[in-house]
C-alpha cells in the first residue's frame, strides 16, 4: 500500500512555456501533499504543502505565481511551473500523507525530471 | 548552523564492512526521525524510523540521542546492494500540525566488491 505516483517522469520543455506535474496517490486519501525540488547533489528542499481543498502554504524563496499547485482531492495534487526558464530544470517531487494514523510517514512519488532549454 | 547536518562522504566500504552515519539537527522541538535512502536519480525511500529506544532492522540500527540532538545509522556486513547516499530526516511538529520534513544533504555510501 501507499503507493504515490507521478506524471510525467520526464518532460523537456522550452523556455517561457508552462508545466504541469501531476502527483496521486493511488491507494490512500493524501489528506496532505508536499511538493520538493533537489538540485544536483543538493538535498530536497521543500517548496511548498497543500491540503485538500485549501490554498499551498509555500516555503520562503518560492514564487507562488510561478509555481501554481492546485489539491483539488484527496489522491491528486498538481504543480504548474509556469513560464519556466532553465534555472527552474531540476527533480521535483510530490510526496502525500495521510493524517489518519497520526503517523508523520510521507510516501514519495517517483519523481519528475524538468530540463528546460 | 543547518538544520539537519551529515558528512557528505563518499564513504567507500569493501563489502562485509560495518559503516557509521551520523547526523546532527538543529531544532531541539523535532518530534520525529528518519533514515531514508535515495538510489541515484531516484526519489528517496523510508529506510527506517529512529526511536529514542534506539532500534534495529536486520543489518540495520538507528540510535537516536535527544540530549545531544544527534542521529545515528550502522549498517552491518554491507552488502553491493547498500550502495545508496542515506539520508537523515527530522520532521519538525509544531503545536498539534504536522511539521514538515526537513532533509540532510545526504551521506554517499559506495560498498565495492
Known amino acids: 500500500g501507499a503507493v504515490v505516483s507521478q506524471h510525467p517522469s520526464r518532460v523537456i520543455c522550452k523556455s517561457g512555456t508552462s508545466v504541469k506535474i501531476e502527483c496521486r496517490s493511488l491507494?490512500?486519501?493524501?489528506?496532505?501533499m508536499f511538493w520538493y525540488r533537489q538540485f544536483p547533489k543538493q538535498s530536497l528542499m521543500l517548496m511548498a504543502t497543500?491540503?485538500?481543498?485549501?490554498?499551498?502554504?509555500?516555503e520562503q524563496g518560492v514564487e507562488k505565481d510561478k509555481f501554481l499547485i492546485n489539491h483539488a482531492s484527496l489522491t491528486l495534487s498538481t504543480l504548474t511551473v509556469t513560464s519556466a526558464h532553465p534555472e527552474d530544470s531540476s527533480f521535483y517531487i510530490c510526496?502525500?500523507?495521510?493524517?489518519?494514523?497520526?503517523?508523520?510517514?510521507?510516501?514519495f512519488g517517483p519523481g519528475t525530471r524538468l530540463t528546460v532549454t | 548552523r543547518k538544520e539537519v547536518e551529515q558528512d557528505p562522504g563518499p564513504f567507500n566500504v569493501p563489502e562485509g564492512a560495518t559503516v557509521a552515519f551520523n547526523c546532527t539537527y538543529s531544532?531541539?522541538?523535532?518530534?520525529?526521525f528518519f533514515w531514508y535512502r535515495q538510489d541515484c536519480r531516484k526519489e528517496p525511500k523510508l529506510l527506517m524510523s529512529?526511536?529514542?529506544s534506539g532500534n534495529e532492522d536486520g543489518r540495520f540500527t538507528a540510535q537516536l540521542n535527544r540530549a545531544s540532538q544527534y542521529i545515528s545509522l550502522l549498517i552491518r556486513d554491507s552488502k553491493l546492494s547498500d550502495s545508496a547516499t542515506y539520508l537523515c530526516?527530522?520532521?519538525?511538529?509544531?503545536?498539534?500540525?504536522?511539521?514538515?520534513?526537513?532533509f540532510g544533504k545526504g551521506t554517499k555510501l559506495s560498498v565495492k566488491p
Open positions: 510526496s502525500a500523507s495521510s493524517d489518519r494514523d497520526n503517523s508523520y510517514e510521507q510516501y
Open positions: 491507494d490512500f486519501q493524501a489528506t496532505t
Open positions: 497543500s491540503n485538500e481543498g485549501s490554498k499551498a502554504t509555500y
Open positions: 531544532n531541539s522541538a523535532s518530534q520525529s
Open positions: 529512529v526511536y529514542s
Open positions: 530526516v527530522v520532521n519538525g511538529y509544531y503545536g498539534g500540525s504536522q511539521g514538515n520534513l526537513i
